[in-house]
């Protein structure tokens, strides 16, 4: 029971500490500052190299730790509950998307607050979406996937591709909503970790790339830093929300770092509301099923390689050769 209790502790202290981290995922939602580019030898940082490969030494032997808390009794006990929950996680996503859309349309936002509904045509698409996903019927799902698919790329005619690269993880609930009951249902969900991890890490380069924005909200906001400078703590931010993408893109994200994580998100809320609530509400979603899910269905890319050795060095490498092509594409084209 006190093993119990002491985990439970410091799980809520890690999240209470880790939340202003995620609080700004989007920041362009929550400031009116121009985005201005930082040069390249700035972000490059002796600092920014030195985290690189700290957190992928880190990441490295956390493909050994986590086999170790999957054994745990009580880490067992919760398997096996949310295990029962599986079959359920479609309609989590399908009337989530539903309940996501609503919110949406009620505000007068399409995908993100950013997106302001421009004509009737586009809010009469969106509810007639919402209608479909509410139908028990795996035709209408597919059917309101496809429309789901047009409005992306309405809003991409509109913001551009580099601007909705953000809201990727639209397209994976699109491909997961229209495999269903199909002979490619399985490819779904890996379809969804992959897509939302993608996001995730895309949004991450953002503050490094355009670091004033996120020091404009920590001022607005009076964000705690934890005794960081402002800059210093922009940096940890993005790294924290860029190993998450990647701990989803490689299936190392287990139930209990999902769990963590919507947890850090839901305390976002309180610094930042309802625009919180609109623009992230999918994302809840989706870290829901994460949680149900874990990642039993999921063949991660890192079990390509057996041994421990070669499962320690893949994920090191590959984490400093995902973070430098994502930051030079997104510096590239931003």
């Known amino acids: 029971m006190k093993k119990r209790k002491a985990i439970v502790v410091i799980l809520f202290v890690f999240v209470m500490v880790c939340s202003p981290f995620l609080v700004d995922a989007h920041v362009k939602w929550f400031t009116e500052v121009t985005s201005e ?23 490295a032997v956390l493909t050994q730790l986590l086999p170790i808390l999957d ?17 359920s996680s479609r309609y989590i996503l399908k009337y989530g998307t539903a309940l996501a859309f609503l919110i949406q349309v ?4 399409l995908f ?35 429309i789901i698919l047009i409005l992306f790329f309405y809003q991409l005619g509109q913001s551009g591709l580099f601007h909705m690269l953000d809201y990727g993880f639209y397209l994976a609930i699109v491909g997961v909503l229209l495999v269903g009951r199909s002979k490619l249902e399985d ?9 939302t991890g993608l996001s995730l890490c895309w949004v991450a380069v953002e503050k490094w790339v355009y670091p004033a924005m996120s020091i404009d909200i920590i001022h607005q906001h009076a964000v705690p830093t934890f005794g960081f400078a402002p800059a ?21 994200l287990n139930r209990l770092l999902a769990f963590v994580l919507t947890l850090i998100f839901i305390t976002s809320t309180m610094l930042f509301g309802v625009t919180e609530i609109i623009g992230h509400l999918m994302v809840h979603i989706v870290l829901l099923i994460f949680i149900i899910e874990g990642v039993s269905f999921y063949d991660p890319p890192i079990n390509i390689h057996s041994t421990k050795i070669s499962r320690m060095v893949f994920v090191f490498l590959n984490f400093v050769f995902t973070l430098s092509t994502f930051l030079l594409i997104y510096y590239r084209f931003a």
């Open 106 to 109: 009620l505000s007068g936002t």
């Open 37 to 59: 580019k930082e040069e390249v030898e700035n972000i490059l940082s002796p600092m920014f190299i030195s985290i690189t490969l700290l957190i992928a030494a880190l990441l």
């Open 112 to 146: 993100a607050p950013e997106f302001a509904i421009t004509n009737s045509i586009i809010r009469i698409l969106m509810w007639i979406t919402i209608l479909l996903l509410l139908i028990p019927n795996h035709f209408a799902t597919k059917a309101g996937a496809l």
């Open 187 to 195: 490819w779904g969900f890996p379809f969804l970790y992959l897509g």
């Open 232 to 252: 210093t703590f922009v940096v940890l931010a993005a790294f924290i929300e860029f190993v998450v993408g990647y701990l989803l893109i490689v299936g190392i």
């Open 71 to 87: 054994n745990i009794p009580i880490t067992k006990k919760i398997d096996g509950f949310l295990d029962k929950y599986r079959k």
